[in-house]
């Protein structure tokens, strides 16, 4: 299973426009390989450079398995969506307060739909997840303040 951008390489800048100093939009993301036992797809993207510690600036599951891409500044019709760090359901781009961070994107599929209400946030989601997991992939993107 892989996760790419047609946006930006692994461990390359994100363009700015899907960071706060542009739109704060998601940016495109492409899901290939996705296992066939699956039956959901869940997605999160944290900055573990933060300074107060991990960042989680999105958090999505029960996407479907059939899911090939995720377009700019949009959901798949099945997905939801839980708090980031901010508090927000929604996307929240990069917006480092100095230097160059880290934003991790982690795709995993899992053998169920999860059943969670849209106040699950990014720790309640990794325990619901346990055990579920049948792939994981990442794609890691930069930004500079």
Known sequence: ?????????DNQ??????????????PPL???GVPAAAK???LIMHD???????Y???VVWNMLPSTTEI????LPTSAEQGPNTSGRNSYMGPCPPSGTHRY?????ALSEKLQLAPSTGHDQLVAAMDGRILAKATLTGLFSH
């Open 1 to 9: 299973m892989n996760i790419t951008s047609p946006a930006f390489a």
């Open 13 to 26: 800048p994100i363009p700015a426009r899907y960071s706060c100093k542009g739109d704060n939009t998601s």
């Open 30 to 32: 492409a899901i290939a």
């Open 40 to 42: 959901s797809l869940a």
């Open 48 to 54: 573990p450079d933060a300074p107060s510690g991990d």
């Open 56 to 58: 989680v600036h999105w």
């Open 71 to 74: 377009a700019p500044n949009s």
């Open 104 to 108: 991790i994107f982690e795709l995993y």
